[in-house]
C-alpha cells in the first residue's frame, strides 16, 4: 500500500500550484533555495499559543529548539530541573537526551505507565566498588554512590512525567544504531561502558533497527502519549541531522550514517501520514543540503551555529508567528543567566542563552559585551570583533581592554596585546583577569620567566582558584623545571584544588616521571568536573598497573 494514492488530475494541479515543487536551480531567474542554506517550503499543521506549555524530548536539536521557545516567553518544561547534585546541575537538560526511538519510548514509558516502572536492579550497574552508573542516561557522568544515582533518576522521571500537562511535544530522532540489554530486555540510550562489555560478553549486543521497528516504537510512542496526556496534544517530529560519531558494525561510518538517517526520515513520514495532530519539520534536510563549509564546524560532525539559529528561527515563524522576532524586555535577565554559566565554566550554555538575543547587541551594550567575552573563550573571534562595535567606547573598562587583548593573541598579533596587557597591569594592579592575560601572552610568545612571574601575582589575587597554579605548573614544565612543577602542584593539591582539573595534569606529570604509586593515588582522589575530564580521567587510568 503506497503511502500517499493522488487522483492524477491532482497530481497535477500540486505541480502547478505548489511553489515548492521544483528542484531549485542556480541562475538568474531561478530561486536556489539550496544555496548556501537550504531552506525547504514550510506547510505548519497547527500553531503554539504564546505562553503555553512545550515538552522537548529525544536528541540535541530539541535542546538547541527549546532555549529558543523559552526566550520567547514559552514555558518550555524541560528545562526546568531541580539539579540533586553539582555534576547534574552542570550538565544541565542534555541530560535528558534520548538518541534512539527505543530510548524515548522507554523514558515515556517510565514515567507515564504504573505497570513499566524503571528496573533500579538492572537499569543501575556498579562499575566499580561502591560507584554505580544508570545505563540509560548520556556517558560523561560519572559513577557515584547509589544513592546519588537513583535521586538522578527519580528527577529525570519526574521531569518525563510533566509531558502529561503539555499540549505540544517536540520530538528529535537522533540514530538507528543502538544497544540491547539482554539481561533487562530493554535498550539502553548509548553504548555501554567498555568494562561492562568485557565482563560479561553476554550481557549486551548492538543493533541496528530495521524501518519497521523502528516505526513500531514510534507507534507505541504515539498510543503511550495518547493514553495519559492531553487529548488535544500536538507532535512536531525532527530528524537531527547530527551524523554517527562512530560506527560499531563493519560499514564506513558515512555508509552506515546514511542507512541511520533513512530510516528514522522514512518512519517519520509513515507516522505522520497516520495521524493528523504530528507534524514535520524539515531542520535535517535544511543543514544536511546546505553547502558543508556553512553547515558544518571544522570537526564536520558539528552543526555551525548560525545555521542552528536559522532553523529553529525558521520553525518558531512557521509555528508561532505571532511571537517570531519577539524576546523579552529583560535581557539583563539573560546577561546575568550567561555570567553564572561562565562562572561555572559552562561556555556551552552560556553561549545558548546569548544567541537567541544576539541580533539585539546594538540594543544592549552589556549584553554585546558578554557575548564578545564568550565568543573569544569559544575560538569564535569574528564573532567577538561584531560584537565588540556595538559595545560604546569607554564602556566596559578594563574587561573590554581584555577582550581586544584576547583577539589580538588569537591573530598573532602578540607584540601588541601584550603591550596593551603591560599598560592594563599599571592601571589595574589588582584585577584577576589582567594578570591572566598576561600569562596567557608570555605563554604564547614563550617569555618563561615572565609568565612565571605573572603567573604567581595572578595566583596571589585568585587565592580560591587552581587555575593559576596550575598554569604556573605548567610554565615549570614546559622549562624543564621538574622539581619546581611538583612543588607546585603539591600546594595545588594541598589548598584542595584535587576536584579541578589540576589533579589531571598532576597525574599527567606524575606519569611522565614515572612516580605510579602516586599517580595511582592522585587519580583515586580526582573528581572530574565535565565529560571531558571523566574522558581524560579514563584514559589516564589505563597507565596504571592493573
Given at each position: 500500500?503506497?503511502?500517499?494514492?493522488?487522483?492524477?488530475?491532482?497530481?497535477?494541479?500540486?505541480?502547478?500550484?505548489?511553489?515548492?515543487?521544483?528542484?531549485?536551480?542556480?541562475?538568474?531567474?531561478?530561486?536556489?533555495?539550496?544555496?548556501?542554506?537550504?531552506?525547504?517550503?514550510?506547510?505548519?499543521?497547527?500553531?503554539?499559543?504564546?505562553?503555553?506549555?512545550?515538552?522537548?524530548?529525544?536528541?540535541?536539536?530539541?535542546?538547541?529548539?527549546?532555549?529558543?521557545?523559552?526566550?520567547?516567553?514559552?514555558?518550555?518544561?524541560?528545562?526546568?530541573?531541580?539539579?540533586?547534585?553539582?555534576?547534574?546541575?552542570?550538565?544541565?537538560?542534555?541530560?535528558?537526551?534520548?538518541?534512539?526511538?527505543?530510548?524515548?519510548?522507554?523514558?515515556?514509558?517510565?514515567?507515564?505507565?504504573?505497570?513499566?516502572?524503571?528496573?533500579?536492579?538492572?537499569?543501575?550497574?556498579?562499575?566499580?566498588?561502591?560507584?554505580?552508573?544508570?545505563?540509560?542516561?548520556?556517558?560523561?557522568?560519572?559513577?557515584?554512590?547509589?544513592?546519588?544515582?537513583?535521586?538522578?533518576?527519580?528527577?529525570?522521571?519526574?521531569?518525563?512525567?510533566?509531558?502529561?500537562?503539555?499540549?505540544v511535544v517536540v520530538m528529535t530522532l537522533g540514530l538507528s544504531e543502538v544497544w540491547y540489554d539482554n539481561d533487562a530486555g530493554t535498550y539502553l540510550n548509548m553504548a555501554a561502558p567498555r568494562s561492562l562489555i568485557a565482563r560479561?560478553?553476554?550481557?549486551?549486543?548492538?543493533?541496528?533497527?530495521?524501518?519497521?521497528?523502528?516505526?513500531?516504537?514510534?507507534?507505541?510512542?504515539?498510543?503511550?502519549?495518547?493514553?495519559?496526556?492531553?487529548?488535544?496534544?500536538?507532535?512536531?517530529?525532527?530528524?537531527?541531522?547530527?551524523?554517527?560519531?562512530?560506527?560499531?558494525?563493519?560499514?564506513?561510518?558515512?555508509?552506515?550514517?546514511?542507512?541511520?538517517?533513512?530510516?528514522?526520515?522514512?518512519?517519520?513520514?509513515?507516522?505522520?501520514?497516520?495521524?493528523?495532530?504530528?507534524?514535520?519539520?524539515?531542520?535535517?534536510?535544511?543543514?544536511?543540503?546546505?553547502?558543508?563549509?556553512?553547515?558544518?564546524?571544522?570537526?564536520?560532525?558539528?552543526?555551525?551555529?548560525?545555521?542552528?539559529?536559522?532553523?529553529?528561527?525558521?520553525?518558531?515563524?512557521?509555528?508561532?508567528?505571532?511571537?517570531?522576532?519577539?524576546v523579552p524586555a529583560d535581557l539583563d535577565r539573560i546577561v546575568a543567566e550567561a555570567h553564572t554559566k561562565m562562572k561555572s565554566v559552562n561556555l556551552?550554555?552560556?553561549?545558548?542563552?546569548?544567541?537567541?538575543?544576539?541580533?539585539?547587541?546594538?540594543?544592549?551594550?552589556?549584553?554585546?559585551?558578554?557575548?564578545?567575552?564568550?565568543?573569544?573563550?569559544?575560538?569564535?573571534?569574528?564573532?567577538?570583533?561584531?560584537?565588540?562595535?556595538?559595545?560604546?567606547?569607554?564602556?566596559?573598562?578594563?574587561?573590554?581592554?581584555?577582550?581586544?587583548?584576547?583577539?589580538?593573541?588569537?591573530?598573532?598579533?602578540?607584540?601588541?596585546?601584550?603591550?596593551?596587557?603591560?599598560?592594563?597591569?599599571?592601571?589595574?594592579?589588582?584585577?584577576?583577569?589582567?594578570?591572566?592575560?598576561?600569562?596567557?601572552?608570555?605563554?604564547?610568545?614563550?617569555?618563561?620567566?615572565?609568565?612565571?612571574?605573572?603567573?604567581?601575582?595572578?595566583?596571589?589575587?585568585?587565592?580560591?582558584?587552581?587555575?593559576?597554579?596550575?598554569?604556573?605548573?605548567?610554565?615549570?614544565?614546559?622549562?624543564?623545571?621538574?622539581?619546581?612543577?611538583?612543588?607546585?602542584?603539591?600546594?595545588?593539591?594541598?589548598?584542595?584544588?584535587?576536584?579541578?582539573?589540576?589533579?589531571?595534569?598532576?597525574?599527567?606529570?606524575?606519569?611522565?616521571?614515572?612516580?605510579?604509586?602516586?599517580?595511582?593515588?592522585?587519580?583515586?582522589?580526582?573528581?572530574?568536573?565535565?565529560?571531558?575530564?571523566?574522558?581524560?580521567?579514563?584514559?589516564?587510568?589505563?597507565?596504571?598497573?592493573?
Open positions: 500500500m503506497p503511502l500517499q494514492s493522488i487522483p492524477g488530475p491532482d497530481a497535477v494541479t500540486n505541480l502547478k500550484t505548489n511553489e515548492f515543487s521544483r528542484w531549485p536551480a542556480r541562475g538568474q531567474h531561478a530561486k536556489n533555495r539550496v544555496e548556501p542554506r537550504c531552506e525547504p517550503g514550510l506547510h505548519a499543521r497547527f500553531r503554539l499559543v504564546h505562553g503555553e506549555k512545550i515538552f522537548t524530548i529525544g536528541s540535541c536539536f530539541a535542546r538547541n529548539i527549546e532555549r529558543s521557545l523559552e526566550i520567547r516567553g514559552f514555558e518550555v518544561v524541560t528545562r526546568k530541573i531541580a539539579a540533586p547534585d553539582r555534576e547534574f546541575e552542570e550538565f544541565g537538560p542534555e541530560i535528558l537526551n534520548n538518541y534512539g526511538v527505543p530510548s524515548i519510548f522507554n523514558e515515556l514509558s517510565w514515567a507515564l505507565d504504573p505497570a513499566t516502572p524503571f528496573d533500579e536492579d538492572r537499569g543501575f550497574a556498579e562499575v566499580m566498588p561502591g560507584r554505580y552508573i544508570d545505563l540509560h542516561v548520556p556517558r560523561g557522568i560519572r559513577p557515584t554512590d547509589l544513592r546519588t544515582v537513583l535521586a538522578r533518576r527519580e528527577t529525570i522521571t519526574a521531569i518525563t512525567r510533566r509531558v502529561v500537562d503539555c499540549r560479561d560478553p553476554e550481557r549486551f549486543q548492538l543493533h541496528v533497527l530495521r524501518y519497521a521497528e523502528t516505526l513500531e516504537h514510534l507507534r507505541k510512542i504515539v498510543r503511550l502519549l495518547g493514553r495519559f496526556c492531553r487529548p488535544d496534544q500536538r507532535i512536531l517530529l525532527t530528524v537531527s541531522p547530527v551524523p554517527l560519531a562512530a560506527t560499531h558494525t563493519k560499514r564506513d561510518v558515512l555508509v552506515a550514517n546514511c542507512y541511520s538517517k533513512s530510516v528514522l526520515r522514512v518512519a517519520a513520514d509513515e507516522i505522520i501520514a497516520e495521524n493528523a495532530h504530528i507534524d514535520y519539520f524539515p531542520s535535517y534536510e535544511s543543514i544536511t543540503l546546505s553547502e558543508r563549509a556553512t553547515a558544518w564546524r571544522d570537526d564536520l560532525h558539528h552543526v555551525q551555529p548560525d545555521l542552528i539559529d536559522f532553523n529553529v528561527n525558521r520553525m518558531i515563524e512557521a509555528y508561532a508567528p505571532d511571537t517570531a522576532g519577539e556551552r550554555e552560556a553561549i545558548r542563552c546569548l544567541e537567541p538575543v544576539k541580533h539585539r547587541l546594538a540594543e544592549h551594550a552589556e549584553l554585546a559585551l558578554t557575548y564578545a567575552s564568550v565568543c573569544t573563550r569559544i575560538g569564535r573571534n569574528d564573532d567577538a570583533r561584531g560584537a565588540l562595535q556595538h559595545v560604546p567606547e569607554g564602556f566596559g573598562g578594563w574587561r573590554r581592554k581584555l577582550l581586544e587583548v584576547r583577539i589580538a593573541l588569537a591573530d598573532g598579533a602578540e607584540a601588541r596585546a601584550l603591550e596593551m596587557l603591560t599598560a592594563l597591569s599599571v592601571e589595574e594592579p589588582t584585577r584577576i583577569g589582567v594578570w591572566q592575560g598576561l600569562t596567557e601572552a608570555y605563554v604564547s610568545m614563550k617569555c618563561w620567566d615572565e609568565a612565571v612571574v605573572a603567573a604567581s601575582r595572578w595566583a596571589g589575587l585568585a587565592t580560591r582558584n587552581g587555575e593559576p597554579l596550575r598554569q604556573l605548573a605548567e610554565i615549570h614544565r614546559a622549562q624543564g623545571q621538574t622539581e619546581r612543577a611538583d612543588a607546585v602542584y603539591r600546594t595545588a593539591i594541598e589548598r584542595g584544588f584535587a576536584s579541578s582539573h589540576i589533579a589531571l595534569d598532576y597525574a599527567e606529570f606524575l606519569l611522565e616521571q614515572r612516580r605510579l604509586p602516586e599517580a595511582a593515588t592522585i587519580i583515586s582522589k580526582a573528581a572530574p568536573e565535565s565529560r571531558g575530564q571523566q574522558a581524560r580521567l579514563q584514559r589516564l587510568r589505563k597507565f596504571l598497573p592493573q
